[in-house]
DNA sequence: GTTAGCACTCTCATTGGTTGAGTGCTAACT
DNA sequence: AGTTAGCACTCAACCAATGAGAGTGCTAAC
């Protein structure tokens, strides 16, 4: 009557129980695994050692007459090994996936979320973390008709942002040109903090229409603030419906709402220190997140800048391969954004 | 034993189910509609009507002891009694709603649908006309580290486009303004296919780099097959959940397969040549869309142009409210576009 | 033309019985 | 000691039968 320690043949009966219950979703009987998994074994003694496994917590019974489940700790067994023993891999595929859609670079992040989404088939989220500093590349302003015009600023990153403004009426391209010119002879190199501050001063050179220094200001305000709060993407929100866990359309519209709360995303995507990470369940506190499992990696942006792209999906999931596509992808935007 | 007409009475009541039926999703008694509609007649006096209004096939009964639900000819009179009675009003308030979250330009119909979901509750499709002749207002070489540099192309229109290139490892960034200054002297203004066609001549001239060209040409050519077609953008898909006419997965999942084909999307909006238009399930000849509405208007957009914004729902579906909630959107949306 | 009344129909929820999968335990076997 | 065959037991899933409730259609009276 000694608890009874776990061995090697334990733990390969835990991860054909865990294959066999990714690839199903039904619970997984001793005779299932004595026949496709432990062939040389007979159902009786899978039984008795599944008996032990539960008694250690790795499985669970769903009920008395039903098979085994893995339980979040089985998970975590599995998943430390596969991170320990020899790291992950990058999954060229997904990689070359991803990178062959990716056609605009001002929407890498919205590509990567999409690509991993239908890579993967589950639901994708991408985080950008913020950026200060960002400088102005360029500033155009764009004829369009009744005295407006639209507005673009490109900072050095790449990051593209408009607006539309009113302008003199009397102002035309060839105008709209001169002032572009100008700002952006001005302002190139500045970051969007200093442009604001210098904008006063411009003011009255530019030939007294505040409204365009004014829309300027505003933009440059508006991409600063935007740029320095971490942003997060999610793809293929409806991936989820895939799974049976999902077929009941309440708990997969709490699933959904719960991707709505950016804040929330940001937290569990960011929370770890390392390349990768996997969080299981109940590992998250979140209670509505209780039968999810969240696999992220990081990637490289800028120096010391690092941004998460991660999978949230069922419990039940082939990490491994999560793991190694979301390598590939990290390491295709490492490549893309960073440094 | 003669047909019984239609009258005002019976079309009162007819209004009356379809009002409840909206509202409750549930097959509508005639004790409900004697109490909460026409309290001055008994429910006796309602079923006669009633089944009159069956036998005129504006009404149907699931089955022999329920209420009795609408018909799509039920929904097709109201809806026709809505559009000729002075016309459709634009819903301010959806105006208002929409105008307030336009803060890019660039995505002027990604915010449209997002809006027009977030408001009506309903899946919300956007459709984008295509635009020849688009002339290029600026371009911009912007570096990058390691001899890449990012293009952008950017349209009278003031649509953006941008690609990572290679540039030779000697440009700086000086070197690539200049260069952006001087292609956007000469190529300002020009259509798509025309900067296309005058590249060739120019590559001398710039300095033997083939790959800046090349990548101006790619992405000319990538932008001007784009602008070329008919886009269309879905937003709130997931609103669908929200109905129990879809509380079965697998039909939701259909549902949501029908909006990522694009093509069937764009010959669902673009079908009317009226300012409204709405299609009641069977109407649209497709059978996975049997029990949806589809409810469009027509925006402005340059001379001529016609885009649509539209809804996509279940059958039952507040006809006025949409309507005019897509009205008031349409109607922001051919003042920022329209010519 | 309207209404009360009543028989009728059909769905939905509940109950009880049956089936099948899968377990736990014991006793025999290697 | 570890493995296995065998068997009793449990429980979800399925099915049929039953009863309640909602709503109708029809008839006869107002």
């Known amino acids: 009557m000694e608890i009874p320690p776990i061995d090697a043949r334990k733990e390969r009966i835990l991860r054909a129980i865990i294959d066999d219950y990714v690839l199903t ?31 250690l917590g790795y499985l669970a019974q769903p009920h008395v007459s039903a098979g085994r489940v893995p339980s979040p700790k ?15 891999k990058q999954d060229p595929e997904a990689r070359e996936f991803f990178s062959q859609r990716v056609r605009q670079m001002e929407d890498v992040v919205t590509s990567a979320a999409q690509a991993i989404s239908e890579f993967t088939r589950y639901t994708a989220v991408v985080m950008m973390p913020k950026q200060l500093d960002l400088r102005v590349s360029t500033l155009q302003l764009i004829p369009m008709p009744r005295g ?3 507005l673009v600023i490109i900072t050095d990153t790449g990051a593209i942002r408009d607006t539309v403004i009113r302008v003199s009426e009397s102002l035309d391209g060839d105008g709209l040109y001169a002032i572009s010119r100008m700002l952006t002879e001005r302002l190139a190199g500045r970051t969007l903090q200093e442009v604001q501050e210098m904008l006063g001063a411009y003011s009255r050179q530019i030939g007294g229409d505040g ?15 935007q740029s320095a709060t971490d942003t997060v993407t999610v793809g293929g929100s409806h ?31 960011s929370g770890s220190e390392k390349a990768f990470s996997v969080r299981i369940g109940p590992e998250m506190g979140l209670p509505e997140m209780a039968d999810c499992s969240v696999v992220t990696a990081s990637y490289q942006v800028g120096q010391g800048h ?29 490549d893309m954004l960073g440094e």
């Open 239 to 269: 991936n989820i419906l895939n799974y049976p866990e999902y077929s009941d359309v309440e708990k997969a519209r709490a699933f959904l709402s719960v991707l709505e709360e950016k804040e929330k995303l940001i937290a569990l995507l």
């Open 74 to 88: 089985a998970y975590r067994l599995y998943v430390n090994e596969l991170l320990a023993q020899g790291g992950v």
């Open 306 to 334: 690092r941004g998460f792209v991660g999978v949230i999906g069922p419990t039940r999931m082939p990490y491994g391969k999560v793991l190694s596509a979301l390598s590939g992808i990290g390491g295709a935007l490492s």
């Open 148 to 150: 407006a015009a639209l």
């Open 25 to 55: 979703a039904l619970p997984v009987g001793s005779r299932t695994i004595s026949r496709k998994y432990e062939t040389s074994l007979s159902s009786a003694t899978i039984r008795n050692e599944m008996s032990d496994l539960e008694e």
């Open 211 to 225: 409204r365009v220094i004014q829309g300027i200001a505003d933009l440059a305000s508006q991409m600063a603030r």
